[in-house]
């Protein structure tokens, strides 16, 4: 990665100067190493968010904002989605090659067979409120696993981690299934060995006892894209959150369990329930007009949900993908009129038309088509962030081996710039009035 004859960058700072290796990863912009800083100009470096700091070295998932490129082990994600399933680019991420057809065979029943739970784990759901939300359930679940599965602890014997990867991959969408069965006070359904990990997933979801639950292939493929393109996004906050438990030294479920809590957040995974709640408030395709005057205007807090994207400047490859697949569920079931997903279609095509839109490149992005398609399928909102959890474990556990396995890992300590009081002298109580 780094070439001692490479370009430098020259700091300077009270009179002291130093050179900054620039390494160069395989593709991507160079990365000034400041490792040095400290010992040779006494000073830090800022950087409120992370938002221009490398923090770590990876081979999984490259990123090119401006190009709208999304690779995972150098394999495009438009090329994965319409050719791979969600369970090959699993172990893609996982082991950095695609499956050969006995490797695959084999890591899909190693992972059928991990779908079980631990018969115990049922009595946690009833120490849950029916009212709580199932992301609060998934994320105190997941974290307690480590109580159940004491073999796969010792993360220093890649056995041990390989199976509490595949481990969790496997178990995360049954807890999943059971918290949204939970809140809705009805009986669990067992994971199904025969069946795909997306079939699986909806059987759990949606079937009933003595009421024979057949999945619709097209909304299974349907489950499986979203899946598949949500199973990794590179150093986002949940994924660094995951890095830093992890470089403790933690087991693998507190690291994904604190995964889980940063996805919670509504800045990071609540988007696509975003956007659907925008569509609410608009109401009918009358109310579009007026709804995009108010996101033009500079003074109104009102903002175009599930369009644009931090990363993507240009568009989000992975939109493209979901659009056909939403116009897909949504002919299989019949929604053509059904009123939020027309006007849903209605304010896509209106924006997109808009100069003011195209010129800031505002094209729906991969939660808007998201979020469709879930509410297509009849799953409520509250499940929408749970969903996103299933599907970037893959990505979690695949970036938690990585850390864990790099040689010069060693444990996050950030620093930061003081801006409290200096040092002062006591005061008794007696004194201070």
Known sequence: MHDPKSETATLHAGGASMQAPLLKGTMGPDVADLRGIQQNLGIFS?????????????????????????LHRGYPIEDLALNASFTETAYLLLYGELPTTPQYQAFQAD????????????NFFNGFRRDAHPMAILCGTVGALSAFYHDGLDISQAEDRDLSA?????????????????SIGEPFIYPDEEMSF????????????????????VLARAMDRILLLHADHEQNA?????????????????????????????????????????????GTREGIPSFLEQVKDKNSSVRLMGFGH????????????LQATCHEVISELGLERDPLLDLAKELERVATEDDYFVSRKLYPNVDFYSGLILKALGIPTSMFTVLFAVARTVGWVSQWKEM????????????????????REFVSMSDRG
Not at 166 to 176: C, G, M, N, S, Y
Not at 244 to 270: D, M, Q
């Open 238 to 282: 949940s994924t660094t959150t995951v890095r830093l438990v992890g470089s403790t030294g933690a087991n693998p479920y507190a690291c994904i369990s604190a995964g889980i809590a940063a996805l919670w957040g509504p800045a990071h995974g609540g988007a696509n329930e975003a956007a659907l709640n925008m569509l609410q408030s608009i």
């Open 198 to 217: 997306s079939e699986n997933f909806l059987h759990m979801l949606f079937a009933r006892p003595g009421n024979h639950y057949r999945v619709n292939p």
């Open 404 to 423: 864990i396995e790099d040689p010069a890992g060693r444990i996050t300590r950030p620093r930061q710039l003081y801006v409290g009081e200096t040092k």
């Open 46 to 70: 800022f950087d409120p968010g992370l938002t221009g700091t490398a923090t770590c070295t990876s081979k999984i998932t490259f990123i090119d904002g401006d190009a709208g490129t999304l």
């Open 166 to 182: 595949r481990r969790l991959i496997a178990k995360v969408p049954t807890i999943a299934a059971w918290a949204y069965k939970y």
């Open 310 to 321: 931090r990363v993507y400047k240009n568009f989000d490859p992975r939109a493209k993908i």
């Open 111 to 122: 992972m059928n067979t991990h779908r079980l739970l631990n018969e115990q784990i049922r």
